[in-house]
């Protein structure tokens, strides 16, 4: 075969994933690979370095994206995404740091670490696909889960309170909050792409419900006819106040891009201290 014709043939994702890890472990039906998809897009409409572009992530099913990217990629431990994303930022203001990973991971397990990111403003992007569950492990009820849902340690349905996420970011001061379900495929391209090219702590939740274990335990259906019944229930306000973004089980979604402002950076602030602080003794960090 012509080198042309190969070209022509190549997997347009090809410059973003790791093609010799393909085919990937998400189960069929599951609206991660839309995600992705849509993270990829972005990438090549921002047009970023990519070789100033790191993505992290912990355990879980949405954790093996950094396993698949074509990027400086790590896979740190449950619930340590952010620090670890803290700490790359820190060494290396340069670098554009993603966290890309679950519900459980970031919210759950690592629900401290993500709320003082984002007090900090820590100049970082967290994608959170949130699945209603700790989906890898069988299934648990999440920090996500709506109540009512039926999982494998709520077989008579879930009590507890879920966060609101998009609530739970603005109040510990993200600067820029927006919600999509995996199938608002071009939104979450451009949330992205607005996210990218902004200073400080941005956050987007992406509804993904788990095909295989929450939609199988509910009854709700499997694939495409799953994730095409929180589209179709989805209504888009933007500028919404982030305190009524509550998800019920199987009741309306709101999403859209709740919050979009600037704010003084961690870099920022540090800087600014220190500045006054140490008056002619001060030299700028790396990050001003």
């Known amino acids: ?23 990937h472990i998400w189960c069929p039906g599951c609206g991660l690979g839309t995600v992705v998809a849509s993270f990829a897009a972005a990438l090549r409409k921002s047009q970023v370095d990519l070789n100033k572009v790191a993505i992290v992530s912990g ?19 449950h619930g340590r995404p952010v620090p670890f994303a803290t ?12 966290v890309f990973s679950g519900d459980g991971d970031i919210v759950g397990i690592g629900g401290n670490h ?18 209603f569950n700790y989906a890898m492990t069988g299934g648990q009820v999440a920090a996500t889960t709506p109540i009512q849902a039926n999982l494998s340690t709520a077989p008579y349905g879930n009590f507890e309170y879920p966060f609101n996420l998009p609530y739970l970011a603005d109040a510990c001061g993200a600067i820029y909050v927006a919600r999509w379900t995996s ?17 400080g702590f941005s956050f987007i939740e992406v509804i993904t419900p788990c095909v295989t274990l929450y939609a199988r335990r509910n009854r709700l259906g499997d694939g495409l006819n799953l994730l095409k019944y ?50 002619d003794k001060y030299r700028p960090y790396y990050g001003e």
């Open 1 to 23: 075969m012509k080198e042309e014709d190969r070209l022509e043939e190549r997997n347009p994702m090809e410059e973003f994933l790791r093609m010799d890890r393909m085919p």
């Open 59 to 77: 355990i879980g099913c949405t954790g093996r994206v950094a396993g698949y990217v074509k990027l400086d990629s790590f896979h740190t431990t």
């Open 87 to 98: 700490g790359l930022k820190l060494a290396n203001p340069e670098l554009k740091v993603v």
């Open 114 to 131: 993500f709320i003082h990111a984002a007090r900090r403003n820590m100049d970082i992007l967290v994608i959170c696909v949130n699945n």
């Open 183 to 199: 199938l608002h495929l071009r939104r979450v391209t451009k949330s992205i792409q607005e996210a990218l090219a902004k200073k």
């Open 230 to 279: 929180y589209y179709e229930n989805s209504e888009i306000q933007h500028g919404a106040d982030t305190r009524t973004l509550d998800i019920d089980f199987q009741g309306k979604i709101i999403v859209g891009k709740f919050i979009d402002k600037e704010k003084p950076t961690f870099f920022e602030c540090m800087n600014t201290h220190l500045k006054k602080v140490l008056g």
